[in-house]
C-alpha cells in the first residue's frame, strides 16, 4: 500500500506583481498590511502569530526551528519566557486557521525541531505553481488520482463505520487571545448575529460580515461598585471603582432577535441574577435576583434557568418571560446540571446532568430530558465522555459534546443523534458534527437548526517553578519547567530539591514523570496504559507512593494504592479500595502515611496506612467528614505528620474557616480566614509554620496565599489571566512547583450540519 505522503509535489509560493499576497488553502495572507483572509473575509490574528505564517509561508514544506523563529520574532535582548510566548502564539495561529496540533492540515508540530508548514502555496496566473503543474506527467497524475480514489473509499467507509461524515468546516467567529477570552456568548435565532462577552465588554457580531459593535448598556443602579482587591491584605483600601469582569454576560436570545437574557453579578457576596437587555438601547431590566445559564423557550413565554452553587450541586427553574411566576421543577438532588435546551414540542427540557461517583476523577454525565408537566425526567443518552453542552433542532436531532479518545483525550467535539420525539430516545448512531481541538463548553443554535455557535475553551496546565527570597517574603517570577503542549501537573520533588514529581499526559493517559529544573526534558518514572495520580514520596523519601484510578464507566470503582522505588524498579500494591481519593506522607522521624476514601458524596474517611504494604485490611481511621458535598473537601498532612489541615473548596464565602485537627489527640481548631475568596486548594509549607492556599473569585482573579497558623495572610501570586491549582514546596522550601494553566475561549460556526 502505497503512503500518500510519499508523494509530495514541491510547490513555490507565489507572490502577486505586489509581492505581497500569498495564498494557500483557502487563506490569502497579505503580507504588507499582516491581514489573513479567508475566502475574502478577515481573520482576526495579532501580530506574533502573523510573523510565525510569514516564515511558514517563506518555506512551505520545511521545517522552521524554533530557535529561527526566536530570532525573527524577539530581539536578543528581549527578555520574555520565549517557550511559553511561542507556543501560545503557534496556539493561536492554529485557531484562526481553524486546525489542530493533533490533526494538522496547516502548521505541523515537529517534535524537538521546530514548525512545518504543510498546504500548498499557490497563487493564480502565471504562477510557478501552473508551470510545475504543466511538467507533471499524465501518467504521474492518473495515478495520484487513482490512489485518492482508493484512498477515499475507505475513508468514506471508515467515517461512516464511525458515525462520521463530511461536513462544512467550521467558521471561526471570534479570536479573542488568551488573556481576553470569551465569558460568553450566544447565536441570534435568525442566525445574523452573535452577543457575547468578553473582559472588555458587551458586544454583537454581525455572522456574515464579522462586523462587530460595542452595546452601550447603562449601569443599572442596583448593581453596586465592586469592592474586591487583593489589596485589602496589604493594609490598604479595596479598589471603589467597579470590575469589568461585572459587565453583563448574554445567555439566550428572544424569539424576535432584539433583546435577550443575561447574567449578570452585582458584587462578589451576591449571586448572579437574571436581566433583560435590549441590543436597541434602553435600560436593562431585572427578571430574578439568582439565577444563571438561562434558556428561553421558542416561543418566547417562559425562561428555564439554574440555581444553586456555581461549582456544585444546583435546581432547575422556569419563570414566565416577564420574570413572574419562578417555580423550580427539578429540586437538588446531589448532581450537577447543565445549561437547559428546549425540546420543539415546549413541553420537555433537556440538559446534562453530571453525578459525583466515588473514586472516579470524573463524574458521570448523562444527557436526561424532563417533563414540565409532571417534572419526572428520564435518560435520553449515556455514553462515558458527554460534556455539558446539549441543543435540540426543530428537526428533532440531539447535538451533545463528547470527548475524544486518547491521545486526543482532552478535546470534545459535537455530534447529533436523530431522537423519536414520542418516546424521547436516539434513534441510530450518532453522527459526528465537528473534528476540532479543545473543548466544547456552550452551543446555541439558530431557530431553523441550521446554524450552531460552539464556545471552544483550552487549557495548558503546566508546571512553573519559582524561588522564595527575602527569607521567604517574595517569590521569583515563575518559570515554565514543561515545555510540551500537554496536561501536566506537579505533587511533589525529589528529596534533594533537584527535580519536580508529576504526572502528564504526553503519552496518552496519564503516568508518572520526573524533571530537573535545569532540565528542558522529563525522565519517565512510572509508565503504562494505566491512569496513575498523585505521586508523593514515602516517609524516607527512597519510594514514589501512588494511585492508580479506574476509567469513567468501569464496572469498579476500586482504586489501587501503589508504591515504586524512586531509583527504578517495579511497582507493587499497597492497599485497594473503592473510592480512594488522595494520599500522602509525613517525613522522618514522622513515619505516618495516610489516605482518603470517600464513603459516599457527603462522607469521607481519612486512614493511616504502612506504606511497605503490611497493613493490608488493617487501616486505621483518623479522621471523618461528614457534610453535604465532603468529596469537595481539600486536605494536607503537615510535615510532621500531627496535623491534618482541611477546606470544603466549594462556595463563595466572606468568612471562610481551615479546620486543623491534630491527629495525636483529635482536637481541633478553626483557623479563620477574612477573604471575599473561596479556597481551592491547601498544601503545608516545608517547615510545617504555614499554609500555601490557592484562591479565586468571581471576578476570576486568582491569587496564591501564605497563611500562617494564626490566620495571618500574605499575597505571593496573583493571577488575572492564568489559572492557578496549587504549589508545592521543595523539602527544604526554597522553592514552589506551581500547577498554573493557560487557555483561551473563542466562538466558531457550523452550518449545514
Known amino acids: 500500500m502505497l503512503d500518500s505522503q510519499a508523494i509530495r509535489v514541491r510547490v513555490m509560493p507565489v507572490i502577486e506583481e505586489d509581492k505581497r499576497i500569498v495564498r494557500f488553502g483557502v487563506f490569502e495572507a497579505d503580507l504588507k498590511t499582516g491581514e489573513l483572509r479567508r475566502n475574502g473575509s478577515k481573520v482576526r490574528l495579532q501580530e506574533q502569530p502573523f510573523q510565525i505564517l510569514t516564515v511558514l509561508l517563506e518555506r512551505p514544506g520545511d521545517v522552521v526551528s524554533r530557535e529561527e523563529l526566536r530570532a525573527r520574532l524577539w530581539p536578543s535582548d528581549t527578555f520574555v519566557d520565549f517557550d511559553h510566548s511561542l507556543n501560545t502564539a503557534v496556539r493561536r495561529l492554529r485557531d484562526a486557521l481553524g486546525d489542530s496540533a493533533e490533526n494538522p492540515?496547516?502548521?505541523?508540530?515537529?517534535?524537538?525541531?521546530?514548525?512545518?508548514?504543510?498546504?500548498?502555496?499557490?497563487g493564480s496566473g502565471g504562477s510557478e505553481a501552473a508551470v510545475v503543474g504543466k511538467r507533471m506527467s499524465?501518467?504521474?497524475?492518473?495515478?495520484?488520482?487513482?490512489?485518492?480514489?482508493?484512498?477515499?473509499?475507505?475513508?468514506?467507509w471508515r467515517f461512516s463505520s464511525d458515525g462520521i461524515r463530511p461536513h462544512s468546516l467550521p467558521r471561526r467567529l471570534t479570536a479573542n487571545p488568551e488573556d481576553d477570552p470569551i465569558l460568553n456568548a450566544t447565536l441570534s435565532p435568525d442566525g445574523k448575529y452573535l452577543a457575547f462577552a468578553d473582559h472588555t465588554g458587551f458586544y454583537l457580531q454581525q455572522v456574515d460580515t464579522g462586523e462587530t459593535h460595542a452595546v452601550p448598556l447603562p449601569k443599572p443602579a442596583l448593581l453596586r461598585p465592586a469592592m474586591f482587591s487583593l489589596d485589602r491584605y496589604r493594609g490598604t483600601r479595596p479598589l471603589a471603582q467597579p470590575s469589568q469582569s461585572f459587565?453583563?454576560?448574554?445567555?439566550?436570545?428572544?424569539?424576535?432577535?432584539t433583546h435577550l437574557v443575561a447574567t449578570w453579578v452585582a458584587s462578589p457576596d451576591e449571586p448572579v441574577s437574571l436581566w433583560e437587555i435590549s441590543v436597541l438601547?434602553?435600560?436593562?431590566?431585572?427578571?430574578?435576583?439568582?439565577?444563571?445559564?438561562?434558556?428561553?423557550?421558542?416561543?418566547?413565554?417562559?425562561?428555564?434557568?439554574?440555581?444553586?452553587?456555581?461549582?456544585g450541586e444546583n435546581e432547575i427553574w422556569v419563570m414566565q418571560a416577564d420574570g413572574t411566576s419562578p417555580r423550580v421543577l427539578r429540586p437538588s438532588d446531589?448532581?450537577?446540571?447543565?445549561?437547559?435546551?428546549?425540546?420543539?414540542?415546549?413541553?420537555?427540557?433537556?440538559?446534562?446532568?453530571?453525578?459525583?461517583?466515588?473514586?472516579?476523577?470524573?463524574?458521570?454525565?448523562?444527557?436526561?430530558?424532563?417533563?414540565?408537566?409532571?417534572?419526572?425526567?428520564?435518560?435520553v443518552l449515556y455514553v462515558p465522555g458527554l460534556g455539558p453542552a446539549v441543543a435540540w433542532t426543530p428537526d428533532d436531532r440531539l447535538i451533545f459534546s463528547l470527548d475524544e479518545p486518547p491521545p486526543n483525550q482532552t478535546d470534545s467535539n459535537l455530534f447529533f443523534a436523530r431522537m423519536d420525539s414520542r418516546t424521547l430516545q436516539a434513534i441510530g448512531p450518532p453522527t459526528r458534527i465537528t473534528s476540532q481541538a479543545g473543548g466544547v463548553s456552550d452551543v446555541s443554535l439558530s431557530s431553523d437548526g441550521k446554524r450552531v455557535a460552539l464556545t471552544r475553551r483550552t487549557l495548558q496546565p503546566d508546571v512553573y517553578v519559582t524561588s522564595l527570597e527575602d527569607h521567604g517574603a517574595k517569590l521569583t517570577p515563575p518559570i515554565r519547567l514543561t515545555l510540551d503542549e500537554r496536561a501536566d501537573i506537579p505533587y511533589s520533588w525529589t528529596p534533594d530539591g533537584r527535580s519536580v514529581i508529576f504526572i502528564s499526559d504526553r503519552y496518552g493517559p496519564f503516568n508518572i514523570f520526573k524533571q530537573d529544573v535545569d532540565e528542558s526534558t522529563p525522565e519517565l518514572v512510572v509508565g503504562g496504559k494505566e491512569r496513575l495520580s498523585i505521586p508523593r514520596l514515602s516517609p524516607d523519601a527512597s519510594q514514589i507512593i501512588y494511585l492508580v484510578q479506574p476509567k469513567l464507566g468501569d464496572a469498579s470503582a476500586t482504586v489501587r494504592l501503589m508504591r515504586v522505588p524512586l531509583a527504578g524498579g517495579p511497582s507493587q500494591m499497597i492497599v485497594e479500595a473503592p473510592g480512594i481519593m488522595n494520599q500522602q506522607c509525613a517525613r522522618l522521624p514522622s513515619t505516618l502515611c495516610v489516605y482518603s476514601q470517600m464513603m459516599s458524596r457527603n462522607e469521607m474517611r481519612v486512614y493511616s496506612f504502612d506504606p511497605n504494604g503490611s497493613s493490608q485490611g488493617q487501616e486505621i481511621e483518623r479522621a471523618r467528614v461528614v457534610d453535604q458535598g465532603a468529596y469537595s473537601y481539600n486536605w494536607s498532612l503537615s510535615p510532621d505528620g500531627e496535623t491534618l489541615a482541611m477546606v470544603k473548596k466549594i462556595g463563595l464565602q466572606r468568612e471562610l474557616s481551615i479546620r486543623l485537627l491534630s491527629l495525636s489527640d483529635g482536637s481541633e481548631r478553626f483557623l479563620p480566614v477574612s477573604t471575599f475568596f473561596g479556597i481551592g486548594c491547601l498544601d503545608w509549607a516545608a517547615d510545617g509554620k504555614s499554609l500555601w492556599a490557592v484562591t479565586y473569585s468571581t471576578t476570576n482573579d486568582k491569587a496564591l496565599l501564605n497563611i500562617d497558623l494564626q490566620g495571618k495572610v500574605r499575597p505571593m501570586l496573583e493571577e488575572k489571566q492564568m489559572i492557578l491549582g496549587w504549589a508545592i514546596p521543595s523539602p527544604d522550601g526554597s522553592k514552589l512547583a506551581i500547577w498554573k494553566a493557560s487557555g483561551g475561549s473563542n466562538v466558531w460556526l457550523v452550518e449545514n450540519f
Open 138 to 156: 499524465w501518467r504521474l497524475i492518473s495515478a495520484v488520482a487513482a490512489i485518492v480514489l482508493v484512498a477515499g473509499g475507505g475513508i468514506a
Open 247 to 257: 459587565a453583563p454576560e448574554p445567555a439566550s436570545w428572544f424569539p424576535d432577535s
Open 105 to 122: 492540515r496547516f502548521v505541523e508540530t515537529v517534535a524537538r525541531r521546530g514548525y512545518r508548514l504543510l498546504a500548498p502555496v499557490n
Open 281 to 311: 438601547g434602553g435600560e436593562p431590566r431585572k427578571l430574578n435576583d439568582e439565577g444563571w445559564r438561562p434558556a428561553v423557550s421558542p416561543d418566547g413565554t417562559q425562561i428555564a434557568f439554574l440555581r444553586g452553587s456555581l461549582k
Open 334 to 379: 446531589g448532581s450537577y446540571c447543565g445549561t437547559p435546551a428546549w425540546a420543539p414540542d415546549l413541553r420537555h427540557i433537556v440538559f446534562a446532568r453530571s453525578v459525583y461517583v466515588p473514586g472516579m476523577w470524573e463524574s458521570r454525565t448523562e444527557i436526561d430530558a424532563l417533563d414540565l408537566a409532571n417534572r419526572k425526567s428520564q435518560v
